[in-house]
């Protein structure tokens, strides 16, 4: 029987890997007394100088201390494997969860997203990543995310879906605005008005076709790639924007209010969708995924009468 602990694999891991003794405690969230104590056990039960520690040098791997981590990050590799395989056959979710999001919507699915699986589910490992849909989907297809969540009109194909919440393109404008006395907006009024667009593919060729498809070409004098910097611009009368979707809350963060409208003319109607790969099955944790995006989101999406 060794005497060593899977504990004390974790602090020398730790310890290698932070450069030093007080770094690895603030990661693992313990004192360094408790990580010094651990590496000291480890070397008497193995019998084995594994590291060089000297004040104000950090900690330096002996040659066989180099061979130890390697095996022991293995080890807990392994360990974390098993502890999976436990709760999943006591009919818990566990495992990593990696979810990409496009730019725009992450602050308004993300958040209650892991505030769920940390609450129901902690043995779910959910891993975020944000960007482009392109760049998002790419990953997806390679198999490194498990799905993305994605306006429908981004899919490309190869992709399956599940529809999250219905959403319409809307206009976003600052309650002085002379637009804003309408409830809606017909497009050509927008024709000698400064626009403030989002910077992103495909967002911004979608957008800028509905207001080519109304006759006229948009006069665009800002864009930016983050959609609370638009809403701030135009919260202060600086332009309108086309928005799809509507956080909760109508102001920016300066505290400004805003004003959305509906457009007048008949525009393709859109959804946020969760993807996933054309012929994969998804696992119980995606399942799990689907269903609570669906019953938080349902009526979000769609602007307010």
């Known amino acids: 029987m060794t005497g060593y602990t899977l504990r004390q694999l974790q602090y020398f891991t730790a310890a290698v890997e932070e450069g030093s003794v007080t770094s690895a405690a603030r990661r693992l969230h313990v004192s360094a007394g408790s990580v010094s104590l651990a590496l000291k056990d480890l070397e008497s039960t193995l019998k084995v100088q594994l590291t060089l520690r000297r004040r104000g040098k ?3 791997v002996t040659p066989a201390g180099r061979w130890v981590y ?5 080890l807990l590799a392994r360990s974390a494997d098993i502890d999976s395989v436990a709760r999943i056959v006591r009919g818990e979710l566990a495992g990593p969860l990696r979810i990409g999001c496009f730019s725009t919507l992450s602050p308004w699915l ?8 940390v609450e129901h589910h902690p043995g779910v490992d959910v891993q975020i990543s944000e960007g482009p849909s392109a760049l998002l989907l790419e990953r997806l297809r390679a198999g490194e995310l498990d799905v993305v969540l994605v306006y429908r009109n981004h899919l490309t194909p190869g992709m399956a879906s599940e529809e ?4 319409r393109v809307q206009i976003a404008l600052a309650p002085s605005h002379r637009l ?3 409830d809606e907006i017909p497009l050509r009024e927008l024709e000698d008005e400064t626009a403030i667009l989002l910077g992103l593919q495909p967002a911004t060729a979608h957008v800028e076709s509905i207001l080519r498809s109304a006759g006229f070409e948009p006069k665009v004098r800002w864009r930016s790639t983050n959609v609370e910097t638009i809403r701030s611009m135009v919260a202060r009368g600086l332009g309108y924007t086309i928005i799809m979707g ?3 809350g109508d102001f920016t963060y300066d505290g400004l209010p805003l ?4 457009i007048a003319d008949d525009v393709e109607p859109n959804a946020i969708v969760i993807a996933y790969p054309e012929g994969t099955i998804p696992t119980a944790t995606v399942r799990e995924l689907i269903g609570f995006s669906q019953r938080e989101f349902a009526r979000e999406g769609m602007p307010m009468p």
Not at 70 to 74: F, K, L, P, S, W
Not at 259 to 262: E, H, K, S, V
């Open 58 to 60: 950090g900690v330096t």
């Open 70 to 74: 390697e095996h022991a990050r293995e």
């Open 110 to 117: 993300f958040p209650r997203i892991v505030a769920h699986f």
């Open 164 to 167: 999250i919440v219905p959403v």
């Open 180 to 182: 804003a006395a309408l």
């Open 246 to 248: 509507r956080p909760h």
């Open 259 to 262: 004003a959305y409208r509906r």
